[in-house]
């Protein structure tokens, strides 16, 4: 609730009116533009942008992270967006290190809907016992016990 309050009140400032809002695919390339062949600095995109300095290196690590899954090696996407290799690969790397946080909350998820299955299925065969067991025993009432084989347990499936 807080980060969104934050943001209205920046959006009523004409400097960070766009701020939080969705980038455009027009917004987007004139900011590519901006960077890779008119070489300006955060700064002043940012003003022109009506958004934050981090709003606009948020985007362009973006672009960057794009172009290197669209195999541009690291090399090439530091001179294109003005930047060094090293920083450059610190983007790459942030990026990564998301992804496999994701991945790992995803294997987490599915695990746990696999614990939660498997917990149904586990109180499912219970039930079954029982009604198994209570079907026995009214069979045994109505057929006299002494027609039972004489290892009938009291666990239906301890033959199979």
Request: with cysteine.
């Amino acid at each position: 609730m807080y980060k969104y309050k934050c943001m209205e009140n920046l959006r009523q400032n004409e400097i960070t009116k766009n701020v939080g809002l969705r980038w455009t695919k027009n917004e987007e390339n004139q900011l590519l533009e901006e960077l890779t062949v008119q070489k300006l600095d955060l700064t002043t995109i940012s003003r022109i942008h009506g958004r934050t300095i981090r709003g606009i290196s948020e985007r362009r690590n973006l672009l960057i992270h794009t172009d290197f899954k669209n195999n541009i090696d690291i090399e090439e996407l530091a001179n294109k967006y003005k930047i060094s290799d090293l920083e450059c690969f610190v983007i790459l790397q942030k990026f990564q290190e998301k992804e496999v946080k994701k991945l790992q909350e995803k294997k987490v998820q599915n695990n746990d809907l696999y614990s939660e299955r498997l917990n149904k299925l586990e109180i499912e065969v219970q039930n079954i016992n029982k009604t198994l067991i209570e079907i026995r025993d009214l069979l045994a009432k109505q057929n006299n016990s002494n027609m039972l084989p004489n290892n009938f347990s009291n666990n239906p499936f301890d033959e199979l």
